[in-house]
């Protein structure tokens, strides 16, 4: 089947630190891209980290996490981590694994939501 599965959420007190894992199903995990996400109520989704799999040198984080969270996978485990350090009361938010299984002939990886057809079911970060 196919699915991504988020866990390791919870709540800390602002500096602190949280790794997020994404297990994925063989059929879910993909070569190309796959990325973190997260959403407030209200608000549209956000991508925060991502990266090309088959290529470790390609990652990309938004601007409002550089420097404190660091995307990585496994592929062996076929799994994907979010470890978030210097955690800010803003950074609260469910935070979303996703996966492109389509091959686009770059190494860049998708922004938008939209660019990421599998998602898991979230997992809750709240910063205090």
């Known amino acids: 089947h196919v699915q991504l599965v988020e866990s390791g959420g919870g709540s800390v007190q602002s500096g602190g630190s949280l790794r997020l894992s994404c297990e994925a199903s063989?059929?879910?995990?993909?070569?190309?891209?796959m990325g973190w996400f997260r959403q407030v109520p209200g608000k549209e989704r956000e991508n925060v980290a991502r990266?090309?799999?088959?290529?470790?040198?390609?990652?990309f984080y938004s601007d409002s996490v550089k420097g404190r969270f660091t995307i990585s996978r496994d592929n062996r485990a076929r799994t994907l981590y979010l470890q978030m350090d210097q955690l800010r009361p803003e950074d609260s938010a469910t935070y979303f694994c996703?996966?492109?299984?389509?091959?686009?002939?770059?190494?860049?990886?998708?922004?938008?939501?939209?660019?990421?057809?599998?998602w898991g079911q979230g997992t809750q970060v709240t910063v205090s």
């Open positions: 063989s059929q879910a995990y993909s070569v190309y891209c």
């Open positions: 990266m090309y799999v088959a290529n470790e040198d390609k990652k």
């Open positions: 996703a996966s492109d299984r389509t091959f686009r002939g770059t190494w860049d990886c998708g922004l938008e939501a939209s660019d990421y057809g599998l």
